[in-house]
């Protein structure tokens, strides 16, 4: 743990794989820029990794003041142990006052591991941040210019806002697609400060005999418009109809988790707090109830249009266009009008 | 070889089921009105952790830190194959981040002799995915999360499968180690009736208190005593006495545990209420849906 420091930077793990930054670094960036900007202080990047220096140049384009350049053979693959060791090194070195992580696989992995090794307070899979100021109810002692960690919790029904009053740094892991990256700025200037690492072979306690990925079969995060379907599609055949329109579109198909269970369609196209987070411009929601975990994902789309036969659903309550009806006449008449007007992608 | 697992579980509020019976008139959900369920991805850590004693032999003990009633998912962990549970109970629990969370349970895990400590990926009611590998650090071991499936047990030696989201990932670890087990992991067994009748009258030293009292409504508290004395002793003969351990027995520092061990505070919870928006009734018919096309072509929201 370190001290409440006003004058620390705010960081942000730069996460890579392979030489490849990983897009939370960039949206945590956009986001760490206003905390900064508030703040007085400076914006730093923290790159591990192995031969990865062109990517400090990168993470000042998107807004990095400073970028702590930490390289070693021993950080060329992700592991727990030897890069929560060299980021609670340069945490205790440092002081930052505020850490973010994205909320990958990878950063849920590290976070909670340096979180606990200093003993410092996290919160997980953030939603938004903002500065604030807290007043104590014991003693009504005003703590001024706080980390607002602002996350939904009990399975998305509320939203808890967090802060650490003294155990510093305040630390947050963000969901991937919440924040918008900002435009890169390649006349940006910033520094880069190469960090000496020492790990042995004994940080690296996992041997990685294989791995596998396979590219996401859509990105549901480019996508201009969506159209997704729900249960209410009724069966994988049905669901051809989501597909239909969204061909009409030039649009990415999605689903709800329950059309996903249901096994109409790819887990990749999922939306919601267990899937992708979206904001398209325009997002069709077919056969959708809109549960709150389904909303988290996708609540903040530009122009929502929603197809339900039951007029209750909530999905009515954030829909810009609400149809009630039955998606199987509906749906085809979108396709009808669309083509009638020329649009046929 | 055989092993020695430890499981960490939690009882949640099944936040996952919400009806309209827990809703307030305003939208919001009543949280005291849920069911509270054993948490989904600790049953899938609980049923990896007997697959390893069917195949190698070993021993599980699983624990749970929370109020008196948790004993509920140790009775049925018990239905279920383990061999012994643990309630962590006191009030100066109360309050606990993550990280003291993390750190009363290393207390207790380190009471136990282990080579494999398991707890589900994250539980409902928080979704933080955090104790497991706090819990990790506190007892300075390896951990390896999102475990979906355990390839080879050796010796001294673990190889699992993870799954890292978009495919999966191989890893080969010494013991001892912690997992974090996915839901996808397998398909926790059901409760064994046989299990069943017999560690139902499972209890822990709170509820055989409670219980004495209830039956004894009149009897003075030195019979009552003696009443709970004799009755712990039968219950504990029959192997059916639920360890009950609070933060003294654990040699826990307190300063590491509750309130003052939690660095996270709450500033503000608000309930989320679905709000309305400026929208339009669109008529179900050819014309309405085309005139609503027609305005997302006029807004360029379609190009």
């Not at chain 1, 001024?144 to 808890?160: D, E, S, T, W």
């Not at chain 1, 887990?267 to 707090?273: A, K, L, N, P, S």
């Not at chain 2, 190889?159 to 997992?179: K, Y």
């Not at chain 2, 067994?189 to 009258?201: D, E, H, I, N, T």
Request: glycine letters at 8%; a neutral charge.
């Amino acid at each position: 743990m370190i001290d409440v420091n006003r004058d620390g930077e705010v960081w942000v793990f730069a996460e890579q794989h392979g030489g490849r930054l990983e897009d939370t670094p960039i949206e945590l960036m956009s986001k760490a820029r206003h905390l900064t900007d508030t703040l007085g202080v400076k914006l730093a990047a923290v790159l591990l990794g192995d031969n990865v220096k062109e990517l400090a140049t990168k993470l000042i384009h998107y807004g990095a003041d400073k970028v702590y350049l930490a390289e070693h053979p021993h950080l060329g693959t992700y592991q727990t142990n030897s890069y929560a060791k060299v980021m609670y090194d340069l945490i205790h070195k440092h002081k930052p006052q505020i850490v973010l992580y994205g909320a990958t696989i990878a950063g849920r992995d590290l976070a909670p591991r340096i979180a606990s090794a200093t003993k410092a307070g996290l919160t997980a899979d953030c939603t938004d941040l903002q500065i604030g100021d807290h007043e104590t109810a014991k003693d009504k002692k005003l703590h001024k210019n706080l980390l607002f960690q602002i996350r939904p919790a009990f399975g998305g029904n509320i939203i808890a806002t967090i802060i650490n009053l003294d155990r510093w740094p305040q630390m947050a892991t963000v969901r991937e697609g919440v924040m918008i990256p900002a435009e890169p700025d390649a006349k940006r200037k910033g520094k880069i400060v190469e960090e000496k690492v020492q790990l042995t072979e004994q940080d690296l306690p996992l041997q990685i005999l294989a791995e596998q990925k396979r590219p996401k079969k859509v990105d549901l995060k480019a996508a201009r418009i969506i159209v997704a379907g729900g249960a209410g599609l009724g069966s994988k055949d049905n669901f051809k109809l989501v597909w239909d329109l969204a061909n009409c579109l030039g649009a990415a198909p999605a689903a709800t988790r329950a059309a996903v269970d249901l096994g109409f369609i790819d887990h990749d196209h999922q939306v919601g707090q267990t899937g992708t987070t979206v904001r398209p411009s325009l997002y069709v929601a077919v056969g959708i109830s809109g549960q709150i975990q389904h909303q988290a994902g996708m609540s903040q789309s530009q122009k929502i249009v929603a197809v339900n036969s039951d007029p209750n659903a909530p999905i009515f309550n954030i829909a810009h266009y609400k149809i009630v009806g039955d998606l199987n006449t509906i749906v085809p008449m979108m396709i009808k009008g669309l083509k009638e007007k020329g649009i046929k992608d | 070889m055989s092993y020695n697992c430890v499981v960490l579980v939690k009882q949640v509020p099944d936040t996952k089921r919400i009806t309209g019976d827990v809703m307030n008139d305003d939208g919001t959900v009543k949280r005291s009105a849920l069911p509270a369920i054993f948490n989904p991805e600790d049953l899938n850590a609980l049923e990896l952790a007997l697959q390893i004693k069917e195949c190698y032999g070993g021993h599980i003990t699983v624990i749970t830190m929370g109020l008196p009633a948790a004993s509920a998912i140790l009775r049925d962990s018990l239905y279920r194959g383990a061999d012994d549970a643990v309630l962590v109970t006191d009030p100066r629990c109360a309050a606990s981040d993550t990280l003291a969370t993390s750190y009363i349970l290393s207390c207790a895990v380190r009471k136990l002799d282990y080579d494999i400590v398991l707890c589900g990926r994250q539980a409902i009611d928080g979704d933080t995915a955090q104790v497991g590998p706090q819990t990790a650090e506190k007892l300075d071991v390896k951990q390896i999360t999102y475990v979906e499936e355990l390839e080879q047990l050796d010796d001294k030696e673990i190889t699992v499968r993870r799954n890292i989201g978009n495919g999966w990932q191989q890893v080969r670890a010494e013991l001892p180690v912690l997992l974090t087990v996915t839901g996808g992991a397998n398909e926790p067994r059901v409760a064994a009736a046989k299990k069943m009748m017999k560690y139902k009258k499972a209890m822990t030293p709170f509820e055989i208190e409670q219980k004495i009292k209830t039956e004894n409504p009149d009897a003075n508290q030195a019979d009552i005593k003696e009443l709970i004395e004799h009755k712990s002793k039968e219950i504990e003969q029959a192997g059916l006495l639920i360890k009950q351990w609070n933060l003294d027995y654990l040699d826990a520092d307190l300063s590491w545990c509750g309130q003052s061990g939690s660095p996270s505070k709450v500033h503000r919870i608000q309930s989320v209420v679905l709000a309305a928006k400026e929208s339009k009734e669109v008529e179900p018919n050819q014309k309405g849906v085309a005139d609503m096309i027609h305005e997302l072509i006029e807004d360029k929201t379609i190009a």
